[in-house]
């Protein structure tokens, strides 16, 4: 039989101390499948990306006050089911939206196909009682359009999928109510398989909502969804599909969500940071909602980085599906950012030297380190506890930059006259391939 390396458990102490960092992986602890796991070079493309770009766009962004509103509200369902007739995405072109990922450095996309008020934005025969975009106003299948926008694009194609729906009273009592907590379940058996077996190659699903009558996290419903099941009717269409935790079943990589600032130490295993652009008061459309500063996106990226992580930024389209301008221009400039420092973003590993929160970090590739100063002043005096490799020569956008190094690491002395910016990036040219061991998969057990 062929044998499968099986990542490591760390678990207790251990867990904690790397996790000396205020992530906060939701989700920890799913149920667990040899046959689901795949191995670290599976999930090599999908560490190199590290920039993705998700969307939440539906009924909801017609109302503008989050993707939360049909429940939060109380909406009468035939108030809110109607409202589909109006949904028509008159302003939504996916290949805008593709455009716009790719302007902003992003090599994958992540949209959601179906949030927790139940409709769905594709054809699907799966859903109950037929709320669909195809069913209703627009007659359009949004999931086609976007899956096609991101291949043409070159963007890997990612879905979110809530299991949950909010239809089901079901949901709110799966005890008293199985009959009906059965259907929600078949619902989300029936559409994983449509989402991932009608598009051609989906190459991240993005589950959420696993919980049951808003008790719990997504891995305490696991009695109800069986997700071990779930994912491997999910992975005969591909079975290399990364697969986030928010199952119950532990998934290829973790999550962190919102847009709470990143410290702490490397983490050393696939993660993402999933988090909005613009205020995160909601992941939907609200108007006016401005988007954050500039340079604090920067910093946010950055921190994601030089941890190993990957970052999932958010912009949420209108109610016709036009992405505001002002959405749109931050979007770029980040991008323009992203794309001209992508020798330090795409296909590095955090470190080799650990980060000092909010003074600088590391990447690295081959025989580059990548050296990110995040604040000059608080550098200044720093030693780069770098001792293990030489360094041949550090530059700052191609120009010399004076250093010595000695058993202590690497002194640098920035150029003066330096201009305040979000990221200083030293480059440094070390005199062996840097060699992060990564090879050994770990896997958090749940704290
Ligand atoms: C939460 C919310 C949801 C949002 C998601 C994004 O689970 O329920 O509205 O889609 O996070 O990560």
């Known amino acids: ?14 867990l904690n101390s790397m996790l000396k960092s205020n992530v906060n992986f939701k989700s920890l602890g799913g149920m667990r499948s040899d046959e689901l796991t795949l191995s670290p070079e599976k999930k090599q493309w999908w560490r190199d990306a590290k920039i993705g770009m998700f969307i939440h766009w539906g009924i909801y962004s017609m109302l503008g006050r989050g993707e939360w509103v049909r429940f939060n509200e109380h909406i009468p369902d035939d108030e809110y089911e109607g409202l589909a007739e109006e949904f028509k995405g008159e302003q939504c072109d996916m290949e805008e939206w593709a455009q716009l990922a790719e302007d902003m450095g992003a090599k994958y996309m992540v949209m959601v196909a179906r949030h927790h008020d139940g409709f769905a934005l594709w054809d699907s ?18 999931i086609k359009e976007y899956t096609d926008a991101c291949r043409k694009h070159g963007m890997y194609v990612g879905i979110y999928y809530s299991n949950m729906d909010w239809r089901f009273p079901g949901y709110f009592d799966p005890h008293g109510l199985p009959e009906s907590a059965q259907a929600m379940k078949k619902q989300a058996y029936d559409q994983v398989q449509e989402l991932c077996g009608n598009y051609g190659k989906v190459d991240i699903l993005w589950y959420d909502g696993s919980w049951l009558n808003h008790k719990g996290g997504d891995v305490s419903a696991a ?4 997700p071990v099941e779930l994912n491997k009717a999910a992975r005969k269409f591909n079975s ?13 990589f973790y999550c962190d969500e919102g847009s709470r600032e990143i410290e702490g130490k490397i983490i050393p295993v696939p993660w993402e940071k999933n988090m909005c652009i613009c205020s995160g008061t909601s992941w939907g459309w609200i108007p006016n909602d401005p988007p954050r500063d500039l340079d604090w996106l920067i910093h946010m990226v950055v921190d994601a980085i030089v941890r190993d992580g990957n970052i999932l930024l958010n912009v949420g389209p209108d109610g016709q599906g036009k992405i505001p301008e ?25 470190g080799p030297v650990e980060p000092v929160d909010k003074v600088y970090g590391t990447t690295c590739k081959g025989n580059m380190i990548y050296l990110h100063i995040m604040d000059q002043e608080k550098f200044a005096g720093c030693t780069l506890p770098l001792t293990e490799y030489k360094a041949l020569s550090c530059t700052y956008k191609g120009e010399p930059v004076e250093y010595t190094q000695d058993a202590e690491g690497l002194k640098i002395q920035l150029p003066s006259g330096l201009q305040p910016e979000a990221d200083t990036i030293i480059v440094i040219q070390a005199d062996r391939p840097i060699e992060i061991d990564r090879s050994e998969d770990i896997r958090f057990t749940g704290k």
């Open 1 to 14: 039989m062929d044998e499968k390396k099986m990542p490591r458990q760390m678990t207790g102490a251990e």
């Open 125 to 142: 025969p799966g859903s109950y009682q037929g709320f669909t975009s195809a069913n209703t106003g627009a007659h359009r299948d949004f």
């Open 223 to 226: 009695w109800l969804w069986e």
């Open 240 to 252: 290399g599909m990364m697969i986030n935790p928010r199952s119950g079943w532990e998934g290829d």
């Open 326 to 350: 002002d959405v749109q221009a931050r979007v770029r400039e980040l991008g323009q950012w992203i794309k001209a420092n992508g020798d330090s973003i795409y296909g590095t590993r955090g």
